[in-house]
């Protein structure tokens, strides 16, 4: 497998919208769960998205009912549509895609900046 390729991210105002992308390579038989994480400046990796092979789909706490998460499984691709973008929401957000096995692969990180 190798690294996930993200794209999308970039520059808005506050109450805007973003829609990330990032594909993966492998089967559709060999990914178990695809998501997107994010790294705010000076703080911790936290949690934004995930959806597993099955379409269970996991959100951190604060972007429910803004951000939702989709996949197309013909082409390995999970997309973050982010609406009403906050400040809070800047950061670099990471694609994670987790293998049969266990493996697990991150992205480079796409920046996504929101301005008040």
């Known amino acids: 497998q190798v690294q996930p390729v993200e794209s999308g991210g970039g520059s808005v105002q506050a109450g805007g919208s973003l829609r990330l992308s990032c594909a993966a390579s492998g089967t559709i038989f060999s990914i178990v769960t695809m998501g997107w994480y994010r790294q705010p400046p000076g703080k911790q990796r936290e949690l934004v998205a995930t959806?597993?092979?099955?379409?269970?789909?996991r959100y951190g706490d604060s972007v429910k009912g803004r951000f939702a998460i989709s996949r197309d499984i013909t082409e390995n691709t999970v997309y973050l549509q982010m609406n009403s973008l906050k400040p809070e929401d800047t950061g670099v957000y990471l694609c994670?895609?987790?293998?049969?096995?266990?493996?697990?692969?991150w992205g480079q990180g796409t920046q996504v900046t929101v301005s008040s």
């Open positions: 959806i597993t092979r099955g379409g269970s789909t």
């Open positions: 994670n895609v987790e293998y049969v096995g266990g493996s697990l692969y």
